[in-house]
């Protein structure tokens, strides 16, 4: 009986020991020997984004696209590529960053952009600061918010959701 006893506590010691981390392989700190999530998952920005919705003044807008996608490179650029169904194909190229402080403050800056409208390539240096929410862990998910968002119109405040 002394043995069992010994045996079974080692057992439910040795057992219960799972190694704690992130367990979702598509976290930048992924740890593979990692057996019980710890919740510190994090997530990069870098790739490609497809918005799945885009809202100006509450307005959802997402449907005035045949498409809408955000590239985010690890150089610290950045490419939108949209096809509008009315206005047809424009690509923004910029750089971007993110505030070391909040981690949540994304800037992106527009320094090219072609409407393709037989101009070409031309400058567009609008300044821009997105209010980010987390990535989430579920379907690589982010909210991009900026509530100081001007145009000809005025100051806007302008959404884009966007999942992998």
Do not use: H
């Amino acid at each position: 009986m002394k043995k069992l006893t010994i045996f079974m506590f080692s057992v439910v010691l040795f057992g219960s020991c799972a190694k704690e981390g992130c367990t979702d392989p598509q976290a930048a700190n992924y740890n593979t020997e990692a057996t019980k999530d710890d919740g510190t998952c994090q997530y990069s920005i870098l790739g490609v984004w497809y918005a799945n919705s885009r809202t100006i003044n509450g307005n959802e807008t997402i449907n005035d696209f045949s498409y809408f996608i955000i590239t985010f490179n690890p150089t610290g650029t950045f490419l939108i590529e949209m096809e509008d169904n009315v206005d047809g194909y424009t690509d923004i190229e910029g750089v971007w960053s993110i505030d070391a402080n909040t981690t949540s403050l994304v800037t992106m800056q527009n320094t090219y952009q072609n409407d393709y409208d037989n101009t070409g390539w031309f400058i567009n240096d609008n300044w821009t600061i997105f209010e980010c929410s987390e990535i989430t862990a579920d379907a690589g998910n982010f909210v991009m918010t900026n509530s100081n968002w001007a145009n000809t119109s005025g100051v806007n405040t302008y959404t884009i959701s966007v999942s992998r």
